[in-house]
Structure formats: C-alpha cells, structure tokens
C-alpha cells in the first residue's frame, strides 16, 4: 500500500513541475505577444504616421498568422504523433510528441529605421 501512495506521489509531483514549467512558458508567449501588438501598434502610429484602420489591418495579419501557425502546428503534431504511434506497434508513451523537433519561430517583417524629425 505504501508503494503505491509513494509512487503515485511521485507521479503527481513530476506532473506538478512539468504543469508548473507550462504555465511559466505559457505567461511568457502571452507577454510576448501582448507586447509585439502594443509596441508594433505604437511604432506605427508615433513613427510611421499610420492612422488606426492600417495599424489594425497590421495587428490583423500578425493574429491571422498566429491563429493559422497553431491550427497547422496542430494538424503537423496529430501526424507526427499517428507516425510515431504506428513506428512504435500501435502504442505511445504519455507524450510522443515531446520528442519531435520543433522548427524556431518564423521571421518577423521588420520597418526601415525611423530618422527623427
């Protein structure tokens, strides 16, 4: 009995740091991306004279490809886990998908440099 409670402690305590590293990693891809709009947004109105409609139209295309990277990361991770689960026999481990490389992050379009007035 008592080997089951310790290991089931140990279960519960490996899957709390890994919860735990998620969550540090989840926060920091919201600020990032909350800080991307606000700074892209601000960049453009101050320097670059864009009025509201084009920065939104800018802020548009940076959710559209973020909203279109997570539904083909998505898709591109179900196939990898299906590969691998018919590599393996049939059977996978809790996740399969950890061990697939995934590519850095695709470029971001840059602005010329802003002379001061």
Known sequence: MTTLIASGTTYFSSHLHLTRALTRISCL?????????????????????YDALRTGL???S?????KLGSVLGGRWSDRELRRLTRANGGHHSESP??????SGFSPLPTFPPVTPP
Do not use: K
């Open 29 to 49: 891809l919201f600020a990032f991306g909350y800080c991307i709009a606000y700074t892209c947004s601000r960049t453009l109105s101050d320097a670059y004279n």
């Open 97 to 102: 998908r950890g061990a697939v490389p995934i």
């Open 62 to 66: 940076f959710g559209a490809g973020s």
């Open 58 to 60: 800018v802020l548009l």
